[in-house]
């Protein structure tokens, strides 16, 4: 139990363009999700908290413009990066809090890795 | 705001060897505390949490940590590691906020040698 896809597992794209990343809970239903950026051999950061219905939560420094959320079902969550420059790439990875399990745990995805040439 | 420090970024050990991993946090409130690790190419999975009751909590594979609360430490130990124990392993504790996001560590890279 406890399994969360994200789509695509990766994605190259050009300079300018916007890539959408799934996350879905396959099993269980997700009020909440995260989303985290991990640089190669760094740890992860969270960059917001997507929450079902209602705006997302962005971290201090992330630019709400730049990377949209939506969470528009208890399953699925989504974010897109716009206007994607080099720089954006990176691994994303979204993580689900159980609306029925314990608060304090998440399920992580498999993570996206984002090329940007 | 709270941190997490994982002091050791690189270890490498043999086979058999054992581990031990420092974390500590720097939350001086009621803390829910976490162990993941990341094998080569995949995603992140739970080793154990600590969330109340006996500081010593066993994981899967072997693992256990100790919460101790007067050193804001909550080291990962194994006694004996193999070598698929290869992985980044990640300290994390939860804000304590109404989302309990989970602050991370720097993550330490494990390599065991056969």
């Known amino acids: 139990g406890a399994v969360v896809s994200q789509h695509p597992s990766w994605v190259i794209c050009k300079s300018g363009t916007s890539v959408k990343i799934e996350c879905r809970s396959l099993d269980f239903q997700a009020t909440t999700m995260f989303w985290y950026r991990q640089f190669p051999k760094q740890s992860l950061m969270l960059m917001a908290t997507s929450n079902e219905g209602s705006k997302a939560t962005y971290e201090q420094g992330v630019e709400k413009d730049k990377f949209l959320i939506n969470h528009a079902s208890l399953t699925l969550s989504t974010l897109t990066v716009t206007s994607a420059h080099p720089e954006d790439s990176s691994f994303y990875i979204c993580?689900?809090?159980?609306?029925?399990?314990?608060?304090?745990?998440?399920?992580f995805g498999p993570g996206t890795r984002l090329t940007v040439t | 705001a709270q941190s997490v420090s994982q002091h050791n970024h690189h270890v490498i050990l043999s086979e058999a060897a054992s581990l031990e991993l420092g974390c500590n946090y720097s939350y001086g409130g009621t803390v829910n505390l976490f162990w993941y690790v990341q094998y080569p190419g995949q995603h992140l999975q739970l080793l154990l949490k600590y969330f109340s009751g006996d500081p010593l909590v066993k994981g899967i594979k072997g693992f256990e940590a100790e919460f101790i609360k007067s050193k804001f430490s909550f080291n990962l130990r194994k006694p004996s590691v193999q070598w698929s124990d290869t992985a980044e392993y990640f300290c994390?504790?939860?804000?304590?906020?109404?989302?309990?996001?989970?602050?991370f560590g720097a993550g330490t890279r494990l390599a065991v040698h056969p």
């Open positions: 994390a504790v939860n804000d304590g906020g109404g989302y309990n996001k989970l602050i």
């Open positions: 993580s689900a809090r159980d609306s029925a399990g314990v608060a304090y745990e998440q399920y």
